[in-house]
């Protein structure tokens, strides 16, 4: 099934836009139920496999919708960190409004009825890595999440090793390498103050809608027991391991193709978010 993509910016209230695709059938003959991925830290919506993903999703007849966090460090070149001035000064506080901003835009804004987007405050909401957390931080406050999925979600926030914070207080900022490009990135102490202000354990026991927690069995970034702590937090989740995969499901940037641990990611992703059926009923 063909599907068309709609692409936008979302205003923020700082400053910042934000760049979002969306995919939907292209024959589509009613609004589609809308859901947002969210990327994960130094990670950006034309990452890897996020796009193919979202349109092989799109195509089952629903809408996905694939977004850049404001303070990534991507500017308005697709893919390119080419503002490290605004990675520098992210948070995860910011992102969770971020994530509002988005679903306020896609509740609102002309964009959805030109998309041929659900305007029915129903969102439902896929996350990797820390965009997972971010996921889960945003749904327990905000009704308008009616699903929520965690791809490799963090169950803790403090990632930083002691050497690492001890060496960024020094020098007054934290340094991120990004070893896909090569670049340092600088990230302000705020970045340390800030991740104390979540409890993601809180927040995730206070999810009360259908949750699915997809986890890798081989990722060393956010090594499995993240995945079933997160699973145990949220009542009546639902987890998948997924055996030997690592922490992109074997995915590469610029993609080079399915493998057969995103190949799983897809077909549950399939089953468990919403879609109209074959563009029939619910």
Do not use: Y
Not at 98 to 123: I, K, M, N, P
Not at 144 to 153: A, S
Request: overall charge negative; proline content about 6%.
């Amino acid at each position: 099934m063909s599907v068309r993509r709609h692409s936008t910016r979302v205003p923020c209230p700082d400053g910042p836009s934000m760049g979002l695709d969306a995919f939907v059938p292209a024959q589509a003959g009613a609004p589609l139920p809308v859901s947002v991925l969210c990327h994960g830290f130094k990670g950006f919506k034309d990452w890897g496999c996020w796009l193919p993903l979202a349109e092989r999703l799109a195509a089952s007849g629903r809408a996905l919708a694939v977004f850049d966090f404001s303070h990534n460090g991507i500017g308005e070149r697709p893919g390119e960190f080419d503002r490290a001035d605004l990675f520098a000064k992210q948070t995860v506080t910011r992102m969770v409004a971020d994530l509002g901003t988005v679903l306020d835009f896609l509740d609102t804004s002309g964009f959805a009825q030109e998309a041929g987007l659900q305007r029915s405050r129903h969102f439902n909401v896929v996350g990797h890595s820390l965009g997972g957390t971010v996921a889960l931080l945003r749904a327990a406050d905000d009704a308008r999440i009616t699903q929520v999925t965690t791809l490799n979600g963090c169950s803790h926030l403090e990632r930083f090793s002691a050497a690492d914070v001890e060496r960024g207080r020094a020098a007054g900022r934290l340094s991120v390498r990004n070893t896909r490009t090569g670049q340092d990135l600088p990230l302000d102490l705020a970045w340390l103050d800030d991740v104390r202000r979540h409890d993601i354990e809180a927040a995730a026991t206070q999810i009360f809608v259908p949750a699915l927690v997809i986890q890798a069995g081989a990722d060393e970034a956010v090594p499995p027991d993240e995945g079933r702590q997160i699973n145990a937090w949220i009542p009546g989740s639902r987890l998948v391991l997924v055996p030997g995969a690592d922490h992109v499901f074997g995915a590469r940037h610029p993609f080079a193709g399915w493998t057969p641990e995103l190949e799983t990611v897809a077909r549950e992703l399939d089953a468990f978010l919403p879609h109209l059926g074959r563009l029939g009923g619910i």
